[in-house]
């Protein structure tokens, strides 16, 4: 029997960044994880939980809670090539913590991209040429030679919104010149739904690629409304663009099932993005694992 193994994130309470944005106190964000039914998490931005093994190690015991994934942020520079010892250096760290939780995974979230989340202004052209893929996908085989090598885990590269790997065939370039030893795929269902894909068939057409899973949906009002306005994706999220399942896109029962047709276990982690101010986002995580649960 496959298992789809349900987690969260501090995403879905609000915490995209470490930083001194308001976000809920870390333990009471692992408080209502627990009560809202979940037993395993992804670590989020590192810095908002305990970086010290031994107190979030305890901390995760008392509440009967267990890692899936360390998670990695600040990489959108893979295709600089002057940034690399920068990104190395937060890959490692993010995956000592990870390792020493019993975490399987790390997720890379190449973040920032090609435009600033909050203002919309554009940072650098929206495509790569040659030579800067030849870049990113070097440093992604050489960080997971690393994580893997260093840590005994497998990186997760996460397709993102205003990044260079975004659209499907952005994806299936980036699969095809990754070296599947040492880079896997940490699909977004909502990213890639933003995009104009199809996670189910994502799913189904490179099975083996795909190492775990952030469940989010989006509202196709807003995804719309972004395309029309030119918006950044950082500012659809501010507007609501990441919805409670069952009520944007993607359809998730496909997607459960083409996780099941895989025929082996994978983390499923929900990442839901609220913009600042939601009220009650535990009781969001509690209804969308009961309505995963379902699928």
């Not at 931005?45 to 998670?71: F, I």
């Not at 104009?196 to 196709?220: F, M, N, S, T, Y």
């Not at 999220?237 to 896109?249: F, K, R, T």
Request: hydrophobic residues 40%.
């Amino acid at each position: 029997m496959v298992n789809l193994i349900l987690g969260n994130c501090p995403g879905s309470w609000g915490v995209r960044w470490a930083g001194p944005e308001p976000r809920p106190p870390w333990r009471r964000f692992l408080d209502e994880l627990a009560d809202a039914g979940y037993g395993w998490l992804e670590l989020g931005p590192y810095g908002y939980l305990p970086t010290d093994p031994g107190c979030l190690n305890d901390e995760l015991a008392r509440r009967g809670l267990r890692v899936c994934a360390g998670t990695v942020h600040g990489c959108g520079g893979l295709h600089r090539p002057d940034e690399f010892g920068d990104l190395l250096a937060r890959t490692r760290r993010a995956a000592e913590l990870a390792a020493a939780t019993g975490a399987h995974h790390l997720v890379l979230v190449p973040v920032p991209g090609y435009r600033d989340e909050f203002t919309g202004a554009w940072a650098e052209p929206d495509k790569l040429d040659d030579d800067g893929w030849r870049v990113l996908v070097r440093a992604a085989n050489e960080l997971g030679k690393h994580v893997l090598g260093e840590y005994g885990l497998t990186l997760c590269f996460q397709p993102h919104a205003d990044t260079y790997v975004e659209t499907g065939g952005q994806i299936g370039r980036f699969l095809a010149e990754t070296d599947p030893a040492y880079v896997s795929l940490c699909l977004d269902t909502g990213h890639h739904a933003y995009a104009g894909g199809d996670p189910a068939g994502l799913i189904a057409e490179v099975p083996d690629r795909v190492g775990c899973v952030h469940v989010k949906q989006i509202d196709p009002r807003l995804a719309i409304r972004a395309q029309r306005e030119s918006l950044a994706f950082g500012q659809a999220v501010m507007l609501g663009a990441a919805c409670e399942p069952p009520h944007g896109l993607p359809d998730l029962p496909p997607v459960m099932d083409a996780l099941r047709r895989r025929g082996r276990d994978v983390f499923v982690v929900v990442a839901h993005e609220p913009p600042p101010g939601t009220e009650a986002p535990a009781d969001v995580a509690a209804r969308t694992r009961e309505y995963l649960l379902t699928c």
